[in-house]
């Protein structure tokens, strides 16, 4: 049974740094582009990121680039979004998701799989 498990949300101010983890199991981890969504209140789930199985391919939201960095341990089975100036437009419910294959990365019907979600809250 696949499972990803996100972890590291909570309440923050803007400026402030936070790391968001998703731990896999249940899979080839090493297989699989990594991706991750977020959905605000009111809004539709949006592209944040996405990896390839090596790491040595990332795709960002415009609005997320230079401040978030994507990274993965394939050893750990692990996904890391680090998180920096953070800015209240930032608030969402982040997802981990996993795919086949690099492309369409920013396209949510393109994953296989899907965490159960962060929250994180910024406030100004």
């Given at each position: 049974q696949?499972?990803?498990?996100?972890?590291?949300?909570?309440?923050?101010?803007?400026?402030?740094?936070?790391?968001?983890?998703?731990?896999?199991?249940?899979?080839?981890?090493?297989n699989y582009a990594m991706g991750w969504f977020r959905q605000a209140p009111g809004k539709e789930r949006e592209?944040?990121?996405?990896?390839?199985?090596?790491?040595v391919l990332t795709n960002y939201l415009d609005s997320v680039k230079g401040r978030f960095t994507l990274s993965r341990d394939n050893a750990k089975n692990m996904l890391y979004l680090q998180m920096?100036?953070?800015?209240?437009?930032d608030t969402a419910v982040y997802y981990c998701?996993?795919?086949?294959?690099?492309?369409?990365?920013?396209?949510?019907?393109?994953?296989?799989?899907?965490?159960?979600?962060t929250q994180l809250t910024v406030s100004s």
């Open positions: 696949v499972q990803l498990v996100e972890s590291g949300g909570g309440l923050m101010q803007a400026g402030g740094s936070l790391r968001l983890s998703c731990a896999a199991s249940g899979l080839s981890f090493r592209f944040v990121a996405a990896i390839n199985w090596s790491g920096n100036s953070l800015k209240p437009e998701a996993a795919k086949s294959g690099y492309y369409n990365v920013d396209k949510d019907s393109e994953y296989n799989y899907w965490g159960q979600g």
